[in-house]
């Protein structure tokens, strides 16, 4: 046989060449479908935070006013401790010694500015 | 019609054959020939929404010829002393010897020969394609293919005569 016939050997491509296509497409495939499911849990994880987000906060208004109210009723109410605050309140806080009463003053201003001494805020009750 | 994954299996099973012969008898190297057709395939693949079905088999024909310029480009080739066996492992190392010498034959004459002649020799006689697919591949005028393809085999005919 010449070079010239030989040239017109046909060849056999080696094998699996269709198998290992099949598999890149399925393998690039997959991450596209993979992105599917994950940004559809995405989307609904934020719905989810929204909704929650919007749900919570008529509640949390709520709280914000009933807080702000016993903040100003605190600051104005007059407690009978013989105490008197100036610019600001005194709340009595539980004791355990029966002859011994606890008063927490809260100030609007600096203590300087109240002219209210902070021995006045625990006495004994003789 | 966007390219679905059967149409292009299909195409693969139809034009593989030929496509490795083509290749083969540019690149010499049977692993390197699967890898190119793999990534043509994977080439036009990733742009099938672009790619109409019934061109997907021109397209893989000018994908491959233009990836097995570049490879050739990057190896440096046509150098000698590389040609493998191709899948033709013949039991007899005499006829394997013998099949060796005459590839490097034909790839020291498909050298003498320009690019633009060889590449229309090989889809011609290799690849099995008409003078219109040939000339839809290469993009080149159907006229200009066949002139070279009746110059390139004269010449090379010539050539191998005088290896005998």
């Known amino acids: 046989m010449s070079p010239f016939e030989s040239w017109h050997a046909s060849l056999n491509p080696p094998p699996g060449g269709l198998e290992r296509l099949m598999r890149a497409i399925d393998t690039q495939r997959k991450p596209e479908a993979a992105r599917w499911p ?3 849990i995405a989307a609904a994880f934020g719905v989810v935070l929204i909704g929650i987000g919007v749900i919570n906060r008529p509640a949390q208004n709520a709280m914000q006013l009933r807080l702000k109210d016993a903040v100003q009723t605190a600051l104005t109410t007059k407690i009978d401790t013989q105490v008197y605050v100036k610019n600001g309140a005194g709340l009595e806080l539980p004791s355990s010694t029966p002859n011994v009463r606890i008063v927490w003053i809260a100030q609007l ?8 001494d902070s021995n006045e805020a625990a006495h004994r009750d003789d | ?11 693969y099973r139809r034009i593989e054959k030929p496509l490795y012969n083509v290749l083969y008898r540019q690149l010499w190297q049977a692993q ?4 190119l057709i793999h990534d043509a395939f994977m080439r036009i693949w990733a742009k099938r929404d672009q790619v109409d079905e019934a061109r997907v088999e021109n397209l893989i024909w000018t994908t491959a010829l233009n990836l097995a310029r570049n490879r050739l480009r990057w190896r440096g080739l046509w150098r000698f ?8 492992a013949a039991d007899d190392p005499s006829l394997e010897a013998e099949r060796y010498q005459r590839d490097a034959q034909l790839r020291r004459a498909l050298k003498s020969l ?13 690849g099995g394609l008409g003078v219109a697919e040939i000339s839809s591949a290469l993009r080149i005028p159907p006229g200009t293919a066949a002139s070279r393809k009746h110059n390139a085999l004269a010449r090379l005919r010539a050539v191998l005569e005088n290896y005998q």
């Open chain 2, 32 to 35: 390197d020939c699967q890898d």
């Open chain 1, 38 to 40: 994950r940004f559809v």
């Open chain 2, 114 to 126: 320009p690019r633009a002649m060889r590449e229309v020799l090989l889809l011609s006689e290799f």
């Open chain 2, 81 to 88: 002393g590389d040609v493998d066996s191709a899948g033709m």
């Open chain 1, 109 to 116: 201003t600096q203590p300087s500015a109240t002219g209210v």
């Open chain 2, 1 to 11: 019609m966007p390219l679905s994954d059967g149409a292009l299996y299909a195409c």
